[in-house]
């Protein structure tokens, strides 16, 4: 990672050309573009007002004026408010769960000869290689009697494969002399993984957190297989409903919903999807280059 | 691990004493594998039964293959393997380079904060759920879209649907997947890129090679086994091609134009309670993608790369 710190051209290479640089610049500022107008049409378009919405044909670019009415209506009638809990509900204790269990594995997994952590770990692997597939899930959640609980909506995928590998990988680049002396100290192996090696390994925890919540958060399909929907669904899910199968979100919250402009409804729900996204962002920037890349290099 | 060379000498009576807060802690973590993994696959045994969900599992008839020739008698089963294995191809072709072209682009970006600022918003998208990606498609694209408007500057008169047109379900799902997932794509290519020795590009400099010599002899050599990893993972997910991206769009573009395998499953099974006809085509399904991942894995090896595995 040497030359990622620098400002600086490499001297063999020489000072680019101006043409070179103006096409590099112009590349730069489309894919900014790319990717920000999308975020900023949604945006801009739930606080625009139905009539500039309405006039543009469901859209609008640069609000006339600030309205934020589509806020406040797409939460009447309780089903998007009642969606929005489900979904912080399942997220909430979807990642603590997933956390957990996954820290413990790891952690387990990753001290040398420990009693059938081998095969386990092989056995684990494998199921990367053929997972359980959607039938067979379906009919082991409802063997279980969770279908149409809350529970089938994060107990299914507590647990990833990949979060877990990388998890393993971040433990065992710790220095065993670590180890080593906290065995000395007389600590065991929980006083070990809380004072030791959960304290070095924030950013580790940090992403793998971060990877499970946003997908929970994100999950629309859980809700659709292992439930009957209705006050199960998440927001994924029923948001699902009005992009893709063009339901009203304002006729179902039981407003009249003539001259409301539908994109603006369906545009604020978007926008409400991404926020919590966007605000975790800077935190998972910060921390996931780094904390995955030693973690996947290593295992 | 020198420390611990003498450990599996002790019986295994003691190494459990020793390591029983350990297996505690694995604990949870084996039991959800154990049932929502192994457990689970027991009941691929449907694939051979004629499974009625109110008889269960264990007390619906056996039926031996019957259930594999209907499957196959089924043209929208064929129709949806040759789908998944189309829109696969295209992906393969048009959006796998699409990640590494734009890692070496951001890794030609000598001002720093202009790099970091490009990567920080590339990243974005990947997290953002497939549901919310085809809402902004449709909010920028779609017949009332903003890019409709602006071409026909009459908003209610639309060029083409490119959310219900079968034809553009390929493109589309291609514009989707670039759009989500590339920034993301990059961050193992620009991790390979950084690794690669800069004494090879000066001396290659110093020889006269410029930028698309350097590039063909001294970065993709240097990032290769990079490239054949990804390539590996690629193949075990042909069978699979983005099953959330499919589900928001299956409808709309009409199941002839748009079924995967996946959504077979899915729509024949569990909508339309065929399990038993659905845990064949999911089982077929998992085995094909297995041997095809431990295939290209092999093929690696012989290649003389890395691969996934040992």
Redesign the interface.
Known sequence: ??????????V??GRPKPAVSAV?AV??VV??A??????W??FA?SVSSDAEVN?????S?WPDKLDFSAYTNVFKGGTIGHALWVSVLVTAIGTALSL???T??A???S??????GKP?LL??LF?F????????????V???KLFDHLAALF??A??NVFN?VIMRGFFQGIP?ELY?AARLDGA???RT?FRIVLPLSKAIIAVVGLYYA?GY?????RAM?YTNGGSLNPL?TV??GF???GNNPNAEAGLDVTGIAP?KA??AL?VI??VP??AA?PF??RYF?KG??TGAVKS | MAANAAAPRMPRWARLRRDKVLLLMMLPGVLYFGIFQYLAQLGNVIAFKDYVPFVGVKDSAWVGFQQFTTLFDDPDFWHAVGNTFELALVQLLFYFPVPLALAMFLFSLTRNWVRKLVVSFVYLPHFISWVVVVGLFVQVLGPSGMVNSLLTSDSHHVVVDVFRDPSWFKPMMLLELVWKDCGWGTIIFLAALYQVDDALYEAAALDGAGWARRTWHVTLPSIRPVIVLLLILRVGDILSVGFDQVMQQRDTFTPAAAEVIDTYVYYHGVQSGQFSIAAVAGLLKGIVAMILVIAANKIAHKLGEQGVYQ
């Open positions: 990672m040497s030359v990622e710190g620098t400002n600086l051209r490499p063999w290479m590099k590349a730069v894919i900014l790319l990717v920000a107008v999308p975020f049409l949604v378009t006039a543009n044909g469901g859209w670019l957990a269990s996954t413990f594995l952690y387990a997994l001290r040398p000869n420990v009693l059938a386990i056995a684990i199921t290689l053929f997972p359980a597939g959607m039938i067979p899930s379906f009919l082991v409802t063997d279980l107990v299914p507590m647990i877990l065993e080593e065991g192996d929980i993984l946003v958060w994100n999950d629309y399909f297989l994924s948001l699902r992009v893709i199968a994109m369906i545009s978007v999807a991404i996204i966007a962002f998972l920037q280059t995955v890349m």
